[in-house]
């Protein structure tokens, strides 16, 4: 039997009982689920340790040199008391290792979200102003335009976000009429964004499954050849 005929084959299958949630969850599906989830955890496995447990790690402390043995001590000690975690009763000494994981964790994602987010957005809101890098005229006109309502999207956005209102006597705590005004029009920009996501992913989706059918309909004349 040819290989790539084998191969499409197993595709072939696993589509189709990928397909079978249409009749609703049965055990053909969760098969392929089991077996996704199989493959996956067995792929990142086998990247971690040929890529950074094995180079990073085990080299360092057979073939390195004094400092880099050194310097490999560290990960090495935090990796075994991580082990620890396994066990009920001594699972307080993989505190550290816990605890060095989740800081570093979030020190690159905020300081991710901090420059790459947080500073490209101004970047992003200041750049349209800048006309004299445009050729001038109606290009002009509509960087601004667009700078405009990058800048009132952005503004009314945060605005929709703050909760703080004014507390008048006998009365219940209210916003302030121009606040109240800009949190709606950010209200309104939050939900166009949220509609451009949901036509985006349901496009991805939408495109992955009229891709899967033309595997199948290739397949089955393949089959039929």
């Known amino acids: 039997m040819d290989v790539d005929f084998a191969w499409t084959a197993v595709a072939f299958i696993l589509t189709l009982l990928t397909l079978s949630y249409l009749l609703g969850d049965n055990p053909l599906f969760r098969l392929v689920v089991y077996l996704f989830v199989g493959v996956s955890a067995g792929y990142v496995a086998v990247i971690l340790l040929f890529e950074v447990i094995v180079p990073r790690l085990v080299s360092p402390l057979l073939f390195g040199s004094p400092a880099e043995k050194l310097l490999a001590l560290a990960p090495a000690a935090l990796s075994l008391l991580l082990l620890f975690k396994l066990s009920p009763r001594l699972t307080t000494l993989g505190n550290p290792s816990m605890a060095f994981l989740v800081g570093s964790g979030a020190a690159v994602i905020i300081g991710g979200a901090v420059s790459g987010t947080l500073f490209g957005q101004i970047r992003g809101a200041i750049q349209p102003f800048a006309l004299s890098q445009s050729g001038g005229g109606l290009q002009a006109g509509s960087q601004l335009l667009g700078g405009l309502i990058l800048l009132i999207g952005t503004v009314s956005t945060l605005i929709y976000f703050q909760f703080s ?59 039929l050849q």
Request: net charge positive.
């Open 165 to 223: 209102a004014r507390r008048k006597a006998n009365q219940q705590p209210a916003r302030a009429a121009v606040v109240q005004l800009a949190a709606f029009g950010g209200q309104i920009f939050i939900a166009i964004t949220l509609g451009a996501l949901y036509a985006g992913v349901l496009a991805a989706a939408l495109t992955a499954l009229i891709e899967r059918f033309d595997f199948l309909r290739t397949a089955i004349q393949t089959f």
